[in-house]
Every structure is written in structure tokens, then in C-alpha cells.
């Protein structure tokens, strides 16, 4: 006598579904992936051992440093260029774009600058700092202009600000 097995029948798999979500989410993905990339802003941090290096009497080693009282522009080996204060408003960002541009003039080769912010430092106190230090609009130009912003210092470090010493 035969043994009668039962058919199953064969499992299609439904990929419609998975299909329809990839047609939706490819493009979505490759258009985030692009506008993305406009906000970024290009920095270099200091690698570990550049703390022993050659400095030059006449390099320029601009250096920007965020206090909750004042902005310190400074060069590390000349020292204090200029203590801008704050103003009612808060930081004094209109002094500080005048005063890159002053250096940029004396030193137009130096492409690179350090901003030095202390830990309790807002990101956008640290962003309009490292806007104004990038690029600044001549005196006399329209600043809404398209084109108007002048490279200054364009290759911007990061760090800590060292500790103000307390005046007893």
C-alpha cells in the first residue's frame, strides 16, 4: 500500500513591501546626505605631542580666548595683543572683527588661529567667536552682500582655555 503525503504548498515571499520602503527611503537618505555636509565647519585639533615645537619670533601664533568677562586676543609667543571686554549686549564680537582684520593686515600669510573656550562656554558664543576669527566683511562693505566676507583665518584649533589667575 502507498503513503499519501500531503502537499504543502511552496512560500512565495512577499518583498513588495521592502521594495516600496527602499524606493522611499534611498532618495530621502541621499538628499540629507548632501545638505549635511553644508554645515559643517572644518577644524583641526591639536595632535598630542605638538605641545614641544619650533616657534618662530616673526610666525604669528594667534590665539583667542573665551572668559566669561572678556574675549583675550593674544599671540602665544608675544603674549596679550588686546583684552576686549564685554558689552551690555554680551561679547564684544564688532571689536573682535575689527581687530582680526588689524592682524590679518600685519600678518596676511598666517592662515591659521586658535580659539581657547573654558568648559561652561555655550556653543554659540564659541561659534560666533570662530565665525568672526574665519572671515570678516571689510569696513565700507555691505555685510549682506553676497561675496563681501574676506578670508582671515581660516584653519581654526580648538582647545581649553588655560586658568585665569584670580587678582587678590
Known sequence: MRIRRP?????????????????????FLLSTAVFSRLSVIELSLPA???????????????????RPDA????????????????????????????????????????RTATVLAQPNTSYDVLVHVMDSVREGVPAGADPHAKGSAVELFPDISIGDAPISVAKK
Open 7 to 27: 502537499r504543502k504548498p511552496v512560500a512565495h515571499l512577499e518583498v513588495t513591501a521592502f521594495i516600496n520602503v527602499i524606493v522611499v527611503l534611498v532618495p
Open 48 to 66: 598630542k605631542n605638538s605641545g614641544v615645537e619650533q616657534l618662530k619670533v616673526d610666525d604669528l601664533k594667534l590665539e583667542v580666548v573665551i
Open 71 to 110: 574675549l583675550d586676543v593674544g599671540d602665544r609667543i608675544g603674549g596679550l595683543i588686546q583684552h576686549i571686554p564685554n558689552n551690555a549686549q554680551g561679547y564684544d564680537l564688532a571689536s573682535l572683527a575689527t581687530l582680526i582684520q588689524q592682524v590679518k593686515a600685519k600678518f596676511p600669510d598666517t
